[in-house]
């Protein structure tokens, strides 16, 4: 849980910049406030916003939003296989998986623990919840996120993340190869398809495993 | 408006609950081959180092070299001087919003 502190309060000033955001484009005071507490994922909520905010139809936004979600799909097959438990708890579970979790609630090699997990994840959740409403409620009195520099803050953290992983060569290898993966794809791609196909850098990084 | 949003709240309520009970309800309890297993211990570096270059470097469909490129670079130097994580968060925001206030 304390690994995960350091992001509460820009985690809360971004999900304050998303209720701004949509509550000046019109979307009310709840419909924020509910999709940030049950859909939680920060990138899907402000494509949904974007491409609606641009006129973009709904089946449009839900595409957007899905694709970028679509990495966790690629987390979920990382966590699941330490998920125990009825097939309803671990999809329960399951929903608590964001980005750092991969680092944040590993207990070994390709082994992760469900009280981690749940520990890890609270404090966005939290922040990420609570910074909605706060946005929500107080409008543009919210600094912009940019003119803070909280856009290179995330990345960042994930660069912390990653670099603990990179004593192996063979992890060294499959994060040069998603780097790759990444910045070939961006121009070319739908926004979330980079980061998902990028998981395919493990195949390079197996034959450099011993 | 509001109607649309609330179909795509609701839409992606569903599909991001799917989306993340996929891998946990395919795969829990079970015990993986080696193979598998070898693999999945590659997809953190795999998939944060995506996110990394996505979050910095992606400007919607385009790539963007902007005040967050000099954020991660800070960020970097500070990460390879093993500074706390507090110090690497204060470091990339501080590098990037100094580059865009001074700009």
Redesign the interface.
Known sequence: MRAALPLVIPTALIGASFGVSAATSGWGTVAPIVMSAIVFSGAAQFATLAVLGAGGSVITAIVAATLIASRFLAIGVALGPSMRGGKVRRALEGQAVVDASLILAKTGEARYGVRRLLGSTLPQYVGWSLGTVGGVLAGESIPDPKTLGLDALFPAFFLVLVWSELGDRAARVTAAAATLIAVVLIPVAPPGIPVVAASLAVLVGRVAQR | ??Q??????G???L???A??????????????PRWA??????????????????????D????ALD??A???AA??VA?ALRAS??S??L????????L??LT
Do not use: H, N, Y
């Open positions: 408006m509001k649309e949003v609330w179909i795509a709240v839409v992606l309520t599909v991001c609950f989306i993340k009970a996929v891998g946990p309800v395919a795969l829990g309890g079970r015990d993986l297993e070898r693999l999945i211990v590659l997809l953190p570096a795999a998939l944060l180092s995506a996110l990394v270059v996505v979050q910095t470097f992606a919607g469909k385009a790539l005040a967050r000099a954020g991660l960020a970097l990460v994580v507090l690497v968060l470091v990339a925001a501080g590098t990037a919003a100094g865009r206030a």
